[in-house]
């Protein structure tokens, strides 16, 4: 096991009700941006319980921040952070909400003149201005980890950033709010989850057993929420799994003192930037190619998985590895999710050559945890995604 820190400052407020207790959490006299998407929050009910919580704070409000939340929206939610003299904001929704609420904690303190910086040259963010969540949609881990990611439409560009400022002070989790999320958005924070756990597993053995088993326990506690889930959004039990399942896969904890790849998601969200697919369904087009074309060096681990996640028993470990994968690809299709880009996009054919020449400029010459899967294995590996 490698040496690691470990430093999660989020408190969870976790269960039915909950919401309400985020009165205690706010510093007492703020003045609070309050920040959703599109509109859901009022056609369910959580935005009438975060308005009740609220009721002793002054609340400005600033809706419609969009998947994939839009650094231009943003720019206007920073404006209004600064005509109104926020100090305090809480983001009510899924990953994108709690991602440009991010985005805006730490623009709030920069300093320098252009805040796309802040996804680019300076995106490592030690101190932002203090925010909370509310979490609508189990998927991305949003709500108790550092990192956001933001997207730009005149430059079809998609970038993350994060750093030790950027935790929600708080997260509201009431396993109840799934209750309207449509079955496309159960289907991605099931399928982003697990890639998340993915990314953070699929390496080589390092020794950790307790993170392995960790990892472990999470995608088998999704596949077995999966099918149940998708059938009935009101069995409390099953959403609460969900729920803590998703938040576990991507707070901090299973990927410490192990290696980590995460290129799956440095591919996907350039598909995303390129085409708008879902986050989740970009994970899903290049994940089983990536192991694939890595089939090499992660070949120990794809057995492992495959013997204790899948209980595939049979065969030598090539063998338990290339049945890993495929029900890998068979659980994403079981959520309906299609895993080809060109099930997506007509316009497929240059995707490949624009997204190892783009890594190739930003520098991103070595991905993965052994840092060397390069523009042209990027080149290949999306080429077989097609
Ligand atoms: O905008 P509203 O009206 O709220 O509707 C949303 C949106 O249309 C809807 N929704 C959310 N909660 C609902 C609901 N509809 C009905 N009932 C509810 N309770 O769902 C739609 C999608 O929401 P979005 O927030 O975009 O989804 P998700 O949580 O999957 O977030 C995706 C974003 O997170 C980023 C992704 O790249 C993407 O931009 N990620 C963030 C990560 C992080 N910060 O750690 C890690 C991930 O890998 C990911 O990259
Ligand atoms: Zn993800």
């Not at 030690?126 to 909370?132: C, I």
């Not at 783009?358 to 010459?365: D, H, I, S, V, Y």
Request: net charge negative; with cysteine; charged share 25%.
């Amino acid at each position: 096991m490698n040496n690691f820190d470990f430093y999660n400052p989020t408190k969870i407020l976790f269960g039915k009700g909950k919401i309400e207790n985020i009165t205690d959490e706010i510093p007492e006299g703020a003045k609070v941006l309050m920040t959703y998407g599109g509109g859901s929050i009022k056609q369910n009910g959580i935005y009438e319980q975060v308005k009740d919580a609220l009721e002793d704070f002054k609340v400005v409000e600033f809706g419609g921040i969009p998947p994939n939340p839009e650094y231009e929206v943003l720019l206007d939610a920073l404006d209004v952070i600064k005509e109104e003299d926020i100090d305090f904001m809480l983001a009510v929704g899924g990953g994108s909400v709690i991602d440009g609420t991010k985005f805006l904690s730490a623009a709030a303190l920069y300093e320098g003149d252009n805040p796309w910086e802040l996804l680019t040259e300076h995106n490592r963010v030690e101190e932002g201005l203090p925010f909370g969540t509310v979490l609508t949609l189990p998927a991305t881990g949003s709500e108790m980890n550092s990192g956001a990611v933001v997207s730009r439409k005149e430059t079809k560009e998609k970038l993350a950033m994060g750093g030790p400022g950027l935790f929600p002070k708080f997260s509201a989790l009431d396993p109840t709010v799934i209750r309207t999320v449509p079955e496309r958005q159960l289907a991605n924070g099931i399928t982003d989850a697990f890639t998340h756990v993915l990314e953070q597993y699929m390496t080589y053995p390092a020794g950790g057993h307790l993170q392995d088993r960790f990892a472990e326990s999470i995608m088998q506690t999704l596949i077995e929420v999966a099918p149940k889930v998708m059938e009935d959004q009101s069995d409390y039990e099953i959403a609460s799994n969900f729920m803590w399942s998703c938040t576990m896969a991507l707070n901090g904890l299973i990927q410490k003192g192990v290696p980590t790849d995460w290129a799956v998601h440095a591919m996907g969200h350039e598909l995303t930037a390129l085409y708008g697919i879902d986050h989740a369904r970009t994970l899903a087009i290049i994940a089983p190619r990536h192991y694939e074309e890595n089939f090499g060096s992660k070949k120990e681990k794809l057995a492992q998985y495959g013997e204790r996640v899948w209980n595939i028993t049979e065969g030598d470990m090539d063998s338990k590895a290339t049945k890993a994968i495929q029900k890998t690809e068979s659980f994403f299709h079981s959520l309906n999710i299609d895993t080809k880009l060109s099930d997506y996009t007509d316009n497929y054919e240059e995707t490949a050559e624009i997204i190892a020449s783009r890594f190739k400029e930003r520098g991103w010459l070595g991905l993965g945890e052994h840092e060397n899967i390069d523009p042209d294995k990027v080149e290949e590996i999306v080429k077989k995604a097609y």
